[in-house]
């Protein structure tokens, strides 16, 4: 059973205009959700992150919004760039501080950014 | 090279052969992570380290799975009498920090393990 669902295998965006990926989870435990973005031959690498008593998160381009009581969010890039051109992966985490943080990733949506 | 640091790249090997993986972390200090990534998914968690102490195994790692990491440093992950099935990206990760709270995770390049 999967907690973490990105039901959007992939997406094209043109350059500029909006990404908007989406991210559904069904773990209620969950505390942090981030977003790493993967290029290919190279390891996730982290993107941004927001704690499940905000419901926004801004860093530059990025921003991701979270809606606690549908249990979604969704990660905004804007203008979208060539370069963003990755594979997305949204994770959750219990954030527990003494013992180890088990990070649970969806499957990934992979963009495609159209000059 | 200041990353989190995997060897081999990539594996080819033929079923029933035992290959290893090696993963250089930043810190010694730090939590060590081992996920497992088929196409099409993303990372599974698989085991981690609290220096040299394996605190957790996934139900995803069979006995045919052993992972080390000696004096706190570099670890391991065996796999002995691999089966087509073991094919996949097994990242190494480290935690490196936190944003917002949540612990951020470093991962590596990974190793590529292809079973004939």
């Known amino acids: 059973d999967q907690q973490v669902k990105q039901n959007s295998p992939s997406l094209s965006v043109q350059e500029g205009r909006i990404s908007i990926l989406n991210c559904d989870y069904t773990?209620?435990?969950?505390?942090?959700f981030l977003w790493y973005k993967k290029y290919p031959a190279e390891g996730p690498t982290f993107l941004i992150s927001i704690s499940s008593i905000k419901d926004k998160n801004e860093d530059g381009r990025f921003t991701v919004f979270l809606n606690k009581s549908a249990k979604h969010l969704s990660l905004h890039i804007v203008p979208s760039q060539p370069g963003d051109s990755a594979v997305y992966f949204c994770?959750?985490?219990?954030?527990?501080?003494?013992?180890?943080?088990?990070?649970?990733f969806g499957p990934g949506t992979s963009l495609s950014v159209i000059p | 090279d200041t990353g989190v640091s995997q060897n081999p790249r990539h594996k080819i090997t033929k079923r029933g052969q035992n290959v290893t993986f090696r993963c250089d972390p930043i810190?010694?200090?730090?939590?060590l992570y081992w996920y497992r990534q088929t196409l099409g998914q993303g990372p599974e968690f698989l085991t981690y380290f609290q220096n040299e102490a394996q605190l957790e195994k996934s139900r995803l790692l069979s006995d045919r799975f052993s992972a080390e990491r000696p004096k706190g440093s570099f670890s391991t992950l065996e796999i002995q009498r691999t089966e087509q099935g073991d094919s996949a990206m097994y990242l190494c990760a480290e935690e490196t920090g936190k944003s917002s709270g949540a612990n951020v995770l470093t991962f590596g390049a990974g190793s590529r393990l292809t079973v004939l």
């Open positions: 773990n209620s435990m969950f505390d942090y």
């Open positions: 810190s010694e200090h730090n939590r």
């Open positions: 994770a959750a985490s219990e954030g527990h501080e003494t013992s180890y943080d088990k990070v649970i």
